[in-house]
């Protein structure tokens, strides 16, 4: 069987694939600063055969890792390095940073990239076994949580060639689904304005404080006259110095997201009218600062179906004493009505006898068809040129908040590990079938042409726009 040999090669090798993870949880880098995150994951993948292209995409830490045994299909596997800011955490059940103020993986990236590493690697030997013919492309994908790697990964041609794609989050639950994300723009405006004593003179001064506050507070007012499902976020990034000086310059940071692309744009053109508008007021000039953008997912029902019949055929681990005990002990950092209210939110089968458990070991059919993710993730972009999934397994309790020191110390311990190596297995499980059965890869091709109905991606950047190296 061509996919034993896989989960054979994952599970003599699964001490080297923990470790990988955990040095990447170790070094826990933000976006586009992934320097020794993207070197661990190229050099490791490097020594087991595969010809790494390093620096893509105008980005120093993205990576191609490619492997072929000559013609056939060829999958892609896509794995994140990076970190967010302030959520570093030790492995242990209560909040206690490696380092105050420090990067952490609380989204768990670092057992999402190691996935997509060993699972490449898994076919690498399946396929050289068995005399398996295709291609097998690993992505090292930074700045996910910025929005930024895959879109310059797509905008530079990196996926053409590129049958299908596979990708892995940590979650809270073993399913692959159907269901969409949100559109988005992220873009600063910078606005000027002139300095002058506040009291003595204030005449003279051109408050760029005020082009702020003029512009948020016309964004506010337009929320209540765009679609529902639309959202608005935005943060004033510098705001002025102290009080007795009339500010010369302020900035915020905006994102504007939509179901679809073409409902976020109307939106986004709006703000920047709204812009334009508080200079009329505050008399300020402003200049546009654009970011990144990304599509909304292209959701794909046979690569979904796919992905969870290999993890009713893997079967999904469950927990042992020692990990329920750290899992109890966490769970009392987490606020129970927020767990019911989350839980009653994710409308995942059953949610109403799961609010007094600690973890959802089921694998659960797709329950996400037709909904739309407030979020937006940059996975949607590659979505609109090859058939695409990102499948989640549980990696961490029931009610742990994206983005927290939990979701950090559960990606360091043994509850993270039983899920890299579920994942790993699955995704080669996954990309084995693409590779030797080909009803199923042209199944999902022709689920991808259908749902594209037609339309051409254009990318969301402009083409002169470089990758923003230094957000943080």
Known sequence: MVKESAFNWIEANEKEIVKVSDRAWEYAEVGLQETKTSKLFADWIERQGFKLERGV????TAFVATWSNGDGPTIGLMGELDALSGLSQKAVPY????????????????????????????MKNAMEEKKI??????????????LVGKVWLVRHNLFNGVDACLSHHPGSSN????????????FKVHFYGRTAHSAGDPENGISALDGVELMSNGVNFMREHIIEKARVHYVTEVGGGQPNVVPAYARVWYYVRAPEREQMEP????????ADGADKMARTTHKIEFLTGCYNELPNKALADLIVANMREIGAPT?????LKFAKELSKSINPAQKKEGLRKSERPGWEKLVDELFDDRVLDDYRAGKVGAGSTDVSDVSWVT???????TTCILGTPGHSWQFTAQGGMSIGHKSLIFATKTMAGAGLDLMTKPKLLKATKAEFKERLAGRKYKPP????????????
């Open 387 to 393: 058939p695409t999934n990102e499948f989640s397994t």
């Open 461 to 472: 950047i402009p083409l002169d726009l470089k990758p923003p190296l230094k957000q943080f």
């Open 175 to 186: 399913t692959a689904g159907t269901g969409s994300s949100n559109s988005m723009n992220s």
């Open 319 to 323: 927990h042992n004493e020692a990990e």
């Open 95 to 122: 909040k206690e940073p490696v380092k105050e103020g420090a990067p952490g993986h609380g989204c768990g990236h670092n057992i999402h990239g190691t996935t997509a590493l060993a699972a490449a690697v898994a």
């Open 267 to 274: 939106i986004y053109d709006w703000v920047l009218q709204i």
């Open 133 to 146: 013919k295709g291609t097998v492309k690993m992505y090292g994908c930074p700045a996910e949580e910025t």
């Open 57 to 60: 995409a105008d980005m120093p």
